[in-house]
């Protein structure tokens, strides 16, 4: 079995001794963080997930704090959604887009006030180039990674098992807002979010000191709903069509063909970086897009690099994200698909890791 060597430079979380105890079996490195990705199996952590409560060491979702009286500013700056209409606790999910329309990070960006955000980011370096840009523009901001440390609670039995540590208090949290929850001698942001279409919650923990007493508690309070320690399932993420950073979409891919259009409105936020691009790609359409896409035969191996899609011989797209799924029995997929491919009902061919299959083109994802 390969190990990781440890260094500064890779960093554990204030969560891990919980995670180890809890019997994690796999990590991936994530913005140079542990991040757990196997629990009991990558099947029966999905199970379980749907059907009871899982505690999340999401602490690599690393923070990039806007802290002054230009944060807003330069976060308009960052992304083509309108954020005129936010209020002070919201999240919403902003793509940030670089000079070409590229995609940089699809972070959640969190409103403190109009001079404090957070984003949440995915697994890129977006600290430096919103740095870069607060300098190149001469903004009166300071730009840091602070020291929050996510945990999610995702599952249908969330809204149980927070109501018992925080009080029932955090059901009335509406989807893609916050609040501020006391635990202990302190508060925490506490927000109706999460990388899951289960439904759940995410916990920005701010001082450490207290990770692992939340942790505890939480395992505590959900011993009689089946608390497990679990991790972002590949198999219930490909259902759900929630994208992965690197994986599904890169800095080559616009938001258009991310299926992010409905967050770019140049007309309602004029002075994001990328605009001019995106406006034409907006009035032209763009030229490939993400779709759902289901593949023959039995199950498959995850692919480790894309699978190229083909019709009548040439290529037309590549399916990035791929998973046998036990509750639809079949292979499901996510593809990168170019037009005139993209119509529900398409057969392509595509190879995979397993060899040569045959590739359906589908209209919507399974799981909402």
Not at 256 to 283: H, M, S, T, V, W
Not at 309 to 318: A, C, D, I, P, R
Not at 336 to 348: N, Q
Not at 349 to 366: C, H, L, M, Y
Request: hydrophobic residues 40%.
């Amino acid at each position: 079995m390969s190990l990781l060597s440890k260094s500064r430079r890779l960093r554990e979380t204030p969560f891990t001794p919980g995670v180890k105890r809890n019997g994690v079996k796999a990590y991936t490195v994530y913005n140079r963080m542990l991040l757990p990705t196997v629990f009991e199996s990558v099947e029966a952590d999905y199970h379980h997930l749907k059907n009871h409560v899982q505690v999340w060491d999401v602490s690599c979702e690393r923070q990039v704090e806007l802290w002054g009286p230009d944060a807003s500013k330069l976060m308009k700056r960052l992304t083509p959604r309108n954020l005129d209409k936010m209020q002070d606790d919201q999240c919403y999910y902003v793509p940030v887009v670089d000079e070409n329309g590229g995609m940089l990070n699809d972070p959640v960006a969190i409103k403190h006030s109009d001079d404090r955000w957070w984003i949440s980011i995915a697994d890129s370096d977006l600290l430096f180039w919103v740095k870069g840009l607060a300098i190149g523009a001469g903004l009166n901001v300071r730009v840091i990674e602070p020291d929050v440390y996510p945990l999610a609670v995702q599952g249908p039995k969330a809204d149980d098992l927070m109501a018992r540590v925080f009080g029932d208090e955090v059901r009335s949290i509406g989807f893609f807002r916050y609040k501020w929850m006391r635990f202990k001698d302190t508060k925490f942001i506490v927000a109706r979010s999460g990388y899951s279409k289960q439904g759940g919650y995410e916990i920005y923990v701010e001082n450490e000191i207290y990770a692992m007493p939340l942790w505890d508690a939480l395992f505590d309070a959900g011993a009689d709903l089946n608390v497990r320690a679990g991790c972002p399932n590949l198999i219930e993420r490909v259902e759900g069509g929630l994208l992965s950073y690197g994986n599904d979409m890169t800095m080559a891919n616009t938001p258009l063909e991310c299926d992010l259009g409905r967050f770019c409105k140049p007309a309602e936020n004029n002075d994001f970086i990328g605009r001019e691009i995106l406006e034409q790609e907006i009035a032209n359409g763009p030229s490939r897009e993400v779709r759902p896409i289901t593949i023959s035969g039995d199950a498959v191996t995850p692919p480790t690099a894309p699978w190229p899609l083909f019709k009548e011989g040439k290529q037309v797209g590549s399916v990035t994200s791929a998973a046998w799924s036990p509750d639809f029995q079949e292979n499901i997929a996510i593809g990168m698909v170019e037009t005139g491919s993209w119509d529900a009902g398409t057969i392509l061919d595509i190879d995979t890791s397993n060899g040569p299959r045959q590739a359906e083109v589908k209209a919507e994802f399974w799981s909402k």
